[in-house]
């Protein structure tokens, strides 16, 4: 039984790393698509000229999956150790999961502080709306 415990849960953390694996892959291409795709959008601009928001946006949404696939590899990790811990697995689990964690810490305030900054963006007018940045005659 505990021999059948140990298999399940060594091939159980193995599909979970695969399954990470494929969410990098997945992100890496939907970033690629949508950098090519915005190029064509932002052609008013210098050649190959893409946004700074629009390169934000990409960013954020590949830092998004890329928190994901960490978290899975973190628990591949736990998974792997659990079924078999020497002093030398629990110390190495500890480090691989302190990086892990920090990166994913630093990631998602990074994508945090990007949302903050968009949604008080949103909030403000723009003053290439097409206002030409007139005052408001009544703030007076």
Known sequence: MEHWIREFTLATSLVVEGI???IVAFAVAEAVAR?????????GAAPGHVS???KEEIRLRLGRWLALALELLL???I?????APTWSEIGQLAAVAAIRTLLNFFLQREIAAEEVRKNAQRAKPDESDGRGGA???TAE
């Not at 998974?79 to 079924?83: D, M, Y």
């Open 20 to 22: 990470a694996a494929l």
């Open 35 to 43: 950098l090519v795709m915005s190029i064509p959008r932002h052609s």
């Open 52 to 54: 700074h928001g629009a």
């Open 75 to 77: 628990g591949a990790d």
């Open 79 to 83: 998974l792997r150790t659990a079924v």
């Open 135 to 137: 005052a408001d005659p």
